[in-house]
């Protein structure tokens, strides 16, 4: 069964608006979410991670917001740009885990 | 440097023909994951090596073998390509399960 769903397959946004990217999860002994950035062509690459312990992370224009009560954490990217136009996938482990699961995708299109 | 390498980059192969994707990397990581991507479905994990010859399965695992005889390097072998193994798939390595995954540009796999 899918553990980390991405509620969106796709999101497009205005150049200048904050995207934001929802993700959940069901384990409850996840710790550790990070979020991988890919364009086409190539792999996905670290963009941002966050710990349970925190329930913000920010990076630039890049924010992690995570509720662990609820069991969802979301992605806001702020002051969009056509260069972040990319497949966003949220992961999670969790400290006795031994891999990474990742949620199938949020497609980002951002409209200049 | 940081970098995974994976080995070809695009593939065709016929329908029962065996298929060898090599992937190495410079970091001295001990895990090394393989991956497959299908639209919709994010990334799946194949297999997980934790060091030489130290292989276990990951969550869709039939069709396909492994081989890690060296710390930088890990194969993906599949005996006999079916149609459905059609994909792009993708290695990757990393130093603990809540550290960075640093991934391959991917090999597209297609059979014919």
């Known amino acids: 069964q899918q553990q980390v769903r991405q509620s969106s397959q796709s999101l497009t946004v205005w150049e200048g608006e904050t995207a934001i990217l929802n993700c959940s999860y069901e384990n409850s002994a996840f710790d550790y979410f990070p979020w991988y950035q890919q364009f086409p062509g190539e792999g996905p690459a670290l963009l941002i991670a966050i710990r349970s312990v925190s329930d913000k992370k920010e990076d630039g224009r890049f924010t992690i917001f995570f509720n662990k009560r609820e069991k969802n954490l979301s992605l806001h990217i702020k002051d969009s740009q056509p260069g972040d136009s990319a497949t966003y996938f949220c992961a999670a482990t969790a400290n006795s885990g031994t891999y990474q699961r990742f949620g199938t995708g949020t497609k980002l299109q951002v409209v200049p | 440097d940081m970098k995974v390498t994976q080995m070809p980059r695009y593939l065709i192969k016929r329908m029962g023909e065996n298929v060898l994707l090599e992937c190495g990397q410079d970091?001295?990581?001990?895990?090394m994951y393989w991956y497959r991507q299908d639209p919709g479905l994010g990334l799946q994990l194949i297999y997980i090596s934790y060091d030489v010859d130290s292989n276990s399965e990951g969550d869709i695992p039939k069709g396909y073998r492994v081989s890690r005889k060296k710390r930088e390097h890990f194969s993906l072998i599949l005996d006999s390509a079916k149609t459905n193994q059609t994909s792009v798939y993708f290695c990757a390595s990393t130093g603990t399960p809540q550290n960075t995954l640093y991934f391959g540009a991917g090999t597209r796999l297609s059979v014919l």
């Open positions: 970091m001295s990581h001990e895990t």
